[in-house]
Structures are given as structure tokens and as C-alpha cells.
């Protein structure tokens, strides 16, 4: 049985469509899938061996990928098929080859992976309420209070400067 996205054929793959109808899951990249209330999960086969190394649980499916692209770079070598191929990192390698260390290391680069994605997720969703708050008519301007950040530390001024409010 394949973990991977790959292989898929036939009408089922052409359609989109398999076993009875129902839309099949789309994984974007090898190693991955997603559960079901979203989160992206990575898993691969330890070789001549019937035994899985779970990698972890990720809110991308990119930082499950990359998870998945460590680990199998570290069981197959240079010649391993990755996701990223371009983002491969040589660090040296690892001492011990054991299920725990792979385990150990894949997590760690798809946290910091998601750790990214999520902050970059984040800032575009900033940026683009920003663009909102500044192209929106007065009446559209109520999701952009957070942008208003007055010094409570300050007097307010008056909004009518000839009436005496103090």
C-alpha cells in the first residue's frame, strides 16, 4: 500500500471520482494526507519492513511534505524522490539512523516549517484586512477597529475644538 499521492490511474484518476461517487481525497505531495477535520499528516514506510515512522501532525500540508522529505532522505539517500528537492538541507546527516532519531529530526523541520507558513498565513491575512481598512467606505470600516491604537495615557482632545469639555 502506498502512503504517498502518487500512482494514481485509470477513470477514477481522470474523473476525480472513486469508489462510489464519492470525490477522493487529493494529496498535493508524496507521504502526506489529510484527516478529517483538516490537519495534514505525514507517515513513511521504514524499508523491509512492514512498521510505519509517524512524523508527525501539521496545519500544512507543506511543513507534513517537508516533514516527509527528511525522513526519507535520511532512510534512502541522495537518491531519494522528494517533494522539495530543492530545499533539501545537508547537514551532515545523522549519527543514528534509528526510527526514533528520523522520527526526532523530521518533526522538528516540519514545525519549523509550519511555524513559518503559519506566520506568513498570518501576515497576508493582516495585510490584506489593512487594504480593506483603507479602500473601504465609512460604512464598511467597522472589521478595522484594531487599527485605531490611541494612547490611553493621553488627554483626548476634544472633537469640537471651540466647545470647553473640561
Not at 8 to 32: D, H, M
Request: proline share 7%; hydrophobic share 35%; net charge positive.
Amino acid at each position: 500500500m502506498e502512503i504517498g499521492g502518487g500512482g494514481q490511474s485509470g477513470v477514477a484518476a481522470s474523473s476525480g471520482v472513486c469508489c462510489g461517487g464519492k470525490r477522493k481525497n487529493e494529496r498535493p505531495y508524496k507521504g502526506i494526507r489529510m484527516r478529517k477535520w483538516g490537519k495534514w499528516v505525514a507517515e513513511i514506510r521504514e524499508p523491509n519492513k512492514r512498521s510505519r515512522i509517524w512524523l508527525g501532525s501539521y496545519s500544512t500540508p507543506v511543513a507534513a511534505a517537508r516533514a516527509y522529505d527528511t525522513a526519507v532522505y535520511y532512510l534512502r539517500g541522495p537518491s531519494a524522490r522528494l517533494n522539495f528537492p530543492e530545499l533539501l538541507v545537508g547537514d551532515g546527516g545523522l549519527n543514528d539512523l534509528s526510527a526514533a532519531s528520523i522520527r526526532k529530526k523530521a518533526i522538528e523541520v516540519g514545525a519549523q516549517v509550519d511555524a513559518v507558513q503559519n506566520s506568513l498565513a498570518a501576515h497576508h491575512n493582516h495585510t490584506q484586512e489593512k487594504v480593506l481598512c483603507e479602500t473601504a467606505s465609512p460604512s464598511e470600516l467597522k472589521p478595522c477597529w484594531f487599527q485605531e491604537k490611541p494612547d490611553l495615557n493621553l488627554k483626548p482632545e476634544p472633537e469640537d475644538p471651540e466647545m470647553d469639555y473640561w
